[in-house]
């Protein structure tokens, strides 16, 4: 009624009541729905940030990052049924043609997630313009630190979907030998390192330790839900941290995942599903200077020259693609960070190039094994063929043997 004071009830073309806000309640929900997964409980946030080491760098701080990933903009990608199948199957290597019909994500946060349903994937581009000096050096040291860790592991020569590149693993796998379980570790390597006075357990500990708190961290910022997903089955398993040189160790706050694998030089694979025991994985990668080509006066990470095209990171299922770098956008070069269900669904990185070959991008990915888990299960019911297990002390006495 006129001068009621009240606004009339909106109609639409129909001339039917349209409900104030009901669109915004239904995005708001469907927000909600797809965000569950990656959301962690209240209580397991509390009392790991209660219970974060003292110290952790002020670039760790899970307080100050939350802080940041409130407000930061989300963007979510609700993929329509018509496109969650695989437009061209019978391509192993996805094509930049098929490519064309991808969903594109080259920057910011996203979450995607079949329309109405749960998510299946979280990626977050974060540029190195962005990053304090802080943040950078923890970058730095992380690279650094795979680079150390190179002296001390064999490159992988049995990955099943791998089709190029070269991998790297650290951390706990069941052994084949003598042992039940143990830190992957190349004994011929560590005699080397031994004979040319450069190997110290102390320092290998710490360093260790760092960068799996690092990445610790790194994870709860991106996917609370994901991060307590990932410490569940490692806690209820009795797993080892990859963060511990011995076993049985107990677990403190930033304990997440048993073993990682990292990845250099144009690495790419099959399409593939995982079967570890973890059903969601961390997978990150960073844009880095050639280590064969670089100079030492060369920086770590890679600068605005960076030239490096495709190494996209594929779902064929659902068309999505995530765009680690593209150099006609001209955007500004970073890491990329990504959660997503690595069992359910085929995923897929395609083949990569610098045409200067002075770039390349390292991976990362934490894992826990199927293989693992079932053998720490007979280590721990005393039926394993061999109760031994190959820590940190097992290693160097094993290297000893043959100085």
Partial sequence: MAGSGHSPIPMNSSNKRVRPRKNVKHWVLNQNKANAPLE???????????AEPDNIPASHSTHNNNIQQNQENIYFYYVTPSRQEDPNP????????????????????????????????KVKYITFTSMSRQQLQGWEKLVCHFFDRMDYVAVVNNNGPQMGGAMWADGWRKSYKKESFGWYCSVGKLVKMMRLANYNPQDEASSIKEATDFISIQLQHLAPGVFQHYRETLINNNLPSMAHMEYPLPYDALDFASFLTFTMYNFHNGPHKDTDCNNWTLVCWIPIFNPLNSSEDDPILADDGYNMFGGQFTFRDFQVCLDLHRPGLHQDIGVTLCAFRSNDHTHQTLPGASPSDRYTRIGFSCQMSQAMTQAVVAYINGTALHLVVAGQEKQISNAQKKL
């Fill in 40 to 50: 962690g409980s209240t209580s397991i946030n509390q009392t790991d940030q209660e």
């Fill in 90 to 121: 019978s391509e192993i290597i996805t094509t930049q043609n098929t490519l064309q019909h991808y969903h594109h994500l080259t920057h910011g946060t996203c979450v995607v997630a079949p329309r109405g349903g749960a998510a299946f994937c």
